[in-house]
């Protein structure tokens, strides 16, 4: 059984490495490293530059908001309890 401490650091993991993985992707889009990305998935998707930058950011925001819901707000919760 898992008990809140075990919880909270779980919580506490989870919001870090998510959150490196939104910066590393965002410093990939914006640094132009992916640019092999945006070719690749503009010719499997038909997509023109200015769609998929629309679309990388869209993923970026939903991303964003997914780690704060789903893994800061609890990890928050639980330090405030404890």
Not at 14 to 31: D, G, M, P, W
Not at 42 to 47: H, M, P, S, T
Request: include cysteine; proline fraction near 1%.
């Amino acid at each position: 059984m898992i008990d809140l401490a075990n919880l909270t650091e779980f919580l506490g993991w989870c919001t870090l490495l998510n959150y490196a993985v939104l910066v590393f992707s965002a410093l990939l889009l914006v640094s132009g490293v992916g640019n092999w990305a945006k070719r690749l998935h503009g010719q499997l998707f038909n997509l023109s530059e200015t769609e998929l930058n629309t679309l990388y950011f869209s993923y970026l925001a939903n991303y964003k908001v997914a780690i704060f819901v789903l893994n800061l707000v609890p990890y928050l919760a639980l330090k405030i309890i404890a």
